[in-house]
């Protein structure tokens, strides 16, 4: 890999998975893992989804731990710098058997209970530090997959069953966090995305991207991203606000230039071969010399 310029020990560049690098389950493009290698040469990079290792292996490749320097799947739960193992936390041993135990049993009886036009399977996945609940279950097509998507904006599916979980399991201090087409994520409050900025003291300047990080904070249960953002904002880190669609395939791909030397950060969409700019986002890529 090329040298980095000047500062880009101080400057993380951090990115959402599903509907950020890649549309939802799907793997990455050609044309955004060139990028991101180009973008690795000026800063340090890292990634953080709510999916397992395997999952995210899946969608970025083989080589991720060589593309980026932090990989933080199941939001930061198993770190990873570097390709070494930086830190785990396990949901079973912090919950313990009885207490993992009643939260699967009283969400399989509601979904069981639950009138759906589809249910497939795979309702509930138990990851090293999450448990991911799917009302039409983890195995449905992509076609069952935007079916269902609709279909919950209309009848709020998952917040009318984060509500009834939530009210349940009071005592036990979970946040549940939608997110994605089809799931939402229960886990113990703190064990959001921001878990990995634990992992990333030494940078002064995170610049994180992810698809609903416009959501307000009073949405924070809704959509896991704003946690991240929320968190950051309280910072005083840069957070860019990118809320344009960030399903990427050939025609259809949303680039992130990042501006180290004036540590900001600006974007273009790609569609069917035609570069949208902004005025202000011209001067800085023609001044900085970005070709995009």
Not at 196 to 221: N, S, V
Not at 256 to 273: D, V
Request: net charge neutral; hydrophobic share 40%; charged share 25%.
């Amino acid at each position: 890999m090329a040298a980095r310029g000047r500062n880009a020990a101080d400057v993380l560049v951090l990115f959402d998975v599903d509907d950020t690098l890649t549309a939802p389950r799907k793997p990455v493009t050609p044309e955004m893992l060139e990028f991101m290698r180009q973008l690795r040469q000026h800063v340090a990079l890292g990634v953080v989804g709510g999916s397992d290792l395997a999952k995210i292996t899946e969608q970025l490749g083989k080589s991720v731990f060589t593309d980026y320097d932090y990989v933080f799947s199941e939001n930061g739960l198993v770190a990873h710098k570097n390709g070494e193992l930086i830190g785990t936390q396990s949901l079973k041993s912090f919950l313990g058997d009885d207490k993992l135990k009643e939260i699967i049993n009283f969400t399989l009886h509601y979904i069981a209970d639950l009138d759906i036009p589809i249910k497939t399977g795979t309702f509930i996945e138990l990851r090293n530090g999450m448990i991911n609940v799917s009302p039409i279950g983890r195995n449905c097509s992509q076609e069952e997959r935007d079916e269902f998507e609709k279909y919950d904006k209309v009848h709020n599916i998952r917040p009318k069953m984060v509500s009834v979980l939530r009210e349940r399991f009071t005592h036990l201090n979970l946040t549940f966090s939608i997110g994605g087409q089809i799931s939402f994520d229960v886990f113990p409050q703190g064990w959001d995305k921001t878990y990995c900025l634990r992992y990333l003291e030494e940078f002064q300047e995170i610049h994180f991207f992810g698809d609903k990080t416009y959501k307000l904070p009073a949405l924070m249960t809704r959509y896991n991203n704003a946690e991240i953002s929320s968190w950051l904002s309280d910072l005083h880190l840069i957070v860019p606000l990118i809320c344009m669609p960030c399903r990427y395939s050939c025609d259809h791909i949303l680039f992130f230039a990042f501006l180290q030397r004036l540590y900001a950060t600006i974007f273009c969409l790609k569609f069917k071969q035609k570069i949208v700019l902004t005025p202000h986002c011209q001067i800085l890529c023609s001044e900085y010399n970005w070709r995009l």
